[in-house]
Nanobody, 117 residues
Framework: QVQLVESGGGLVQAGGSLRLSCAPS????????LAWFRQAPGKEREFVGA????????RYADSVKGRFTISRDNAKNTVSLQMNRLKPEDAAVYYC??????????WGQGTQITVSS
């Protein structure tokens, strides 16, 4: 069984920074954390950012471009999300998503980000 362990959430003031990390545990063979999503209360889960396995290509939601940076550590098989200049509208539960070699998706339990104005 695969579990994704997310860390780094918390409370931050608007304009501040946080860094999220995600690592798989359990049956981790061929499971690669590659993306972050978020879900605010009353809203659907939305895409935030994604990277390729090598980390050489990245993609972001327009709302976070220029403020968030996604990166992979291939040696540790982790994916991180550096969030700068946070805004109140960034507050949400952030989820890590991983895929395996058979195109199965795995999700973390989520980590709460609260941004005070």
């Amino acid at each position: 069984q695969v579990q994704l362990v997310e860390s780094g959430g918390g409370l931050v003031q608007a304009g501040g920074s946080l860094r999220l990390s995600c690592a798989p545990s359990g049956r981790t063979f061929s499971v690669y954390p590659l993306a972050w999503f978020r879900q605010a209360p009353g809203k659907e889960r939305e895409f935030v950012g994604a990277t390729t396995w090598t980390g050489s290509n990245t993609r972001y939601a327009d709302s976070v471009k220029g403020r968030f940076t996604i990166s992979r550590d291939n040696a540790k098989n982790t994916v991180s999300l550096q969030m700068n200049r946070l805004k109140p509208e960034d507050a949400a539960v952030y989820y890590c998503k991983a895929v395996d070699s058979w195109a199965n998706d795995y999700w973390g339990q989520g980590t709460q980000i609260t941004v005070s104005s």
